[in-house]
């Protein structure tokens, strides 16, 4: 009875190691395409907060994959840098423009007072 029992353990090991390995092929899992972005940034057209709200990045064993991440980033980096120096652009050309509608052509140029009537203060 003895032997029974140590012959059946033997089977079922090898039975469940070969379940394992995959039976005779070399890989031991098989090699599966890593997921990507299924809907990428619009590469056309600057990125809106809809676009942001809508990507999904895939997930990897331990989290996100890092170079779906790392693009996504450097993307929102690039266009919040050319929002930021747009802003600016325009924030400098309106106040100038403020400068120039306040103070005329030339600030800073003398303007001819009217003369000062006596008569009109008596």
Known sequence: MFWFLAVAMVVVVAAV???????????????????????????????????????RLPMAPRGYRMLDVDEVLDRLAAELAERDARIAELESALAGA?????????????????????????
Not at 24 to 53: C, F, Q
Not at 102 to 120: I, L
Request: glycine share 8%; no cysteine.
């Open 98 to 122: 403020q400068a120039t509608a306040v103070g005329g052509q030339d600030m800073f140029e003398k303007r001819p007072q009217a003369p000062h009537d006596e008569d009109q203060d008596r």
């Open 17 to 55: 190691t070969l379940a394992v390995v995959g039976g005779g092929e070399n890989e031991v899992l098989p090699e599966v395409a890593p997921e990507h972005v299924v809907d990428p940034l619009p590469e056309t057209r600057p990125v809106s907060r809809a676009d942001i709200e809508a990507l």
